[in-house]
């Protein structure tokens, strides 16, 4: 029996007048990404395991807040944050919240997969949807089939609205297309706190370092703290950090991710999350010397080899530079005085904007179909891929409903969507 594919002609056609991503576009491929059944049984772990791991960091950060873990972990994540910011997000009413939606990038390598950050707000849900929707009714068997993302996401903010920012704005194609399909309602931000004609619950589908751009967030605050609306995430930026990766690795840390993880999740996620270090200026004892690294100061870093240089430096978050790989520079892909600047700059915002420095994990290679946008023939394309799964918690229980695979051309370091690049659901598990 032949494989089932979508043609390019049903792609097209089940694109939505609006599209999905404002101004973007990308390549079809008539197949979906092949998932073999030891990853598709890992995609599913993961998700308990991130769940369990966003958990142990809003307990951490809330510890740290009242003094019964160490100050410095709080007082890291509250840099360059609004004071009032600060304090809403300790506020006692949603003390336990955390984001439901988690979409952690997974970078597919020759050892298994890495993941290069954890999104709390993540774009493409809708996109995910459309694809799992469009593919699956072609006879594709996909990740969560043809219903899973929009069940999924169905059950947070039930039949509330859907908060987008003017800075968000891309996104709002695919959210206004997600929302015919579930009930939401599509909402402008910026004034929606002061609308008379709020729902009770609402997803808030915006960066908090925008909250300057959002006039009425207070009036939304307050409704918050007074029960008549419900909204998801939760105002809390501290969970929308990149830092989480570094603290992770601290050894002071260990025996509390041990305890809030289980020794189980903990020595798994170790197998994933790349070793991460906090770009802080402060100097060390003279004697001493950073994990890892073999250097005293991480000024130091600028003067490592190209093959030394196999390193990641990103702003850690609430930033418009946090998203989308903008402040991403690897090392290794920079002339050493691009790269030297890079880890100054990134070492004199530390006060206002953290940086992070992770290790590098080259994605491998793979070879997948692809449509000539012309023609119309079918084309081998040797690729790297980016797998986002798209994980749903209801009742503190992640699902994995989807993942969209992002398929780049084998010279691009950085992967995420972009023209030349192949966007394709992932299909159901195969034998492998």
Not at 21 to 49: C, M, N, V
Request: glycine letters at 8%; proline letters at 7%; a negative charge.
């Amino acid at each position: 029996m032949p494989e089932a594919s979508a043609s390019l002609d049903r792609l097209r056609a089940a694109l939505p007048d609006a599209g999905l991503f404002a101004g973007k576009t990308w390549r079809f491929s008539p197949h979906a990404f092949p998932l073999t059944q030891s990853l598709y049984e890992e995609l599913r772990a993961l998700g308990d395991r991130l769940w369990t791991f966003q958990k142990a960091c809003n307990d951490l950060y809330c510890l740290s807040a009242s003094g019964r873990q160490p100050a410095w972990i709080a007082d890291l994540f509250d840099k360059g944050k609004p004071a009032a910011l600060v304090e809403f997000s300790r506020e006692k009413a949603f003390r336990n919240e955390v984001p439901r939606i988690l979409r952690p990038d997974v970078i597919l390598t020759e050892e298994g997969f890495i993941l290069s950050e954890l999104d709390s707000i993540p774009g493409g849900i809708g996109l995910t949807a459309w694809l799992n929707e469009t593919y699956a009714d072609a006879g594709v068997d996909v990740l969560g089939g043809p219903q899973g993302m929009i069940e999924g996401f169905a059950g947070i903010a039930p039949g509330g609205d859907i908060l987008v920012s003017k800075e968000a704005e891309t996104y709002r194609p695919e959210m206004e297309w997600l929302a015919s399909k579930t009930g939401h309602r599509v909402c402008d931000a910026e004034g929606y706190g002061s609308r008379a004609d709020k729902r009770s619950e609402a997803y808030r589908f915006f960066e908090l370092f925008d909250l300057n751009n959002i006039p009425a967030v207070t009036a939304l605050q307050a409704s918050v703290l007074k029960g008549e609306i419900a909204i998801t995430p939760p105002f809390k930026p501290f969970l929308e950090e990149k830092l989480w990766f570094a603290l992770f690795w601290i050894r002071a840390l260990r025996e509390y991710w041990r305890r809030a993880l289980s020794d189980r999740t903990f020595l798994a996620l170790q197998k994933v999350i790349p070793k991460t270090w906090i770009l802080d200026p402060q100097p060390l004892p003279p004697h001493a010397e950073l994990p890892e690294l073999g250097i005293h100061d991480f000024t130091e870093l600028g003067n490592f080899s190209q093959k030394e240089r196999e390193l990641v430096i990103k702003a850690s978050g609430f930033s418009e530079l946090a998203w989308g790989a903008r402040s991403v520079v690897i090392g290794s892909d920079e002339p050493q005085t691009s790269w030297k600047d890079a880890v100054s700059r990134a070492l004199s915002n530390f006060q206002t904007q953290p940086h992070v420095l992770q290790r590098f994990h080259k994605a491998r290679l793979f070879q997948h179909s692809v449509y000539d946008a012309d023609s119309g023939a079918v084309h081998p394309f040797p690729c790297r891929v980016r797998l986002c799964p798209y994980y749903f918690a209801e009742e503190n229980k992640p699902m994995l409903a989807g993942a969209l695979a992002t398929l780049c051309p084998p010279d691009k370091k950085i992967l995420h969507g972009m023209k030349d690049a192949i966007l394709v659901p992932a299909s159901g598990a195969i034998a492998g």
